[in-house]
């Protein structure tokens, strides 16, 4: 039996739509409980454009990605669970919200440091 650890959703965004980004990130961090990550202007990861990241526990994954759907103002989204495998989690387990993102999944690592996981110590 595979553990979840909780998800990660990653908002992308580009130069132009990163005052979306920003309104939508402070949006989510008042709206939902989760941990938000600062916005990365840069790659970050296996993540090669600009994105941030919102750190949730599984159950609030019922609120916040249904309200992604509707309301991510037309940015694209990727939502992964927390497992034993990064890789899988960023291929095969994701799920797209708008057109997805090609991830360098070669980097990745087979495990998730603590500050990424629910209850870390900061969102990166």
């Not at 402070?26 to 709206?31: M, P, V």
């Amino acid at each position: 039996m595979i553990e979840n650890k909780g998800y990660h959703a990653h908002i992308y965004y580009n130069p132009e739509t990163r005052p979306v980004a920003e309104r939508l990130r402070e949006t989510i961090a008042t709206k939902f409980a989760v941990r938000v990550g600062e916005l990365s202007d840069e790659p970050r990861g296996p993540h090669p454009v600009s994105q941030f990241v919102a750190i949730m526990e599984a159950p609030e994954f019922q609120n916040m990605v249904p309200w992604l759907m509707l309301n991510r103002e037309g940015l694209d989204v990727l939502v992964h669970p927390l497992t034993e495998s990064s890789y899988d989690d960023h291929s095969k387990n994701a799920l797209w919200l708008g057109t997805p993102v090609p991830m360098r999944l070669e980097i990745l690592r087979p495990t998730y440091s603590p500050g990424l996981l629910p209850g870390g110590a900061r969102a990166a």
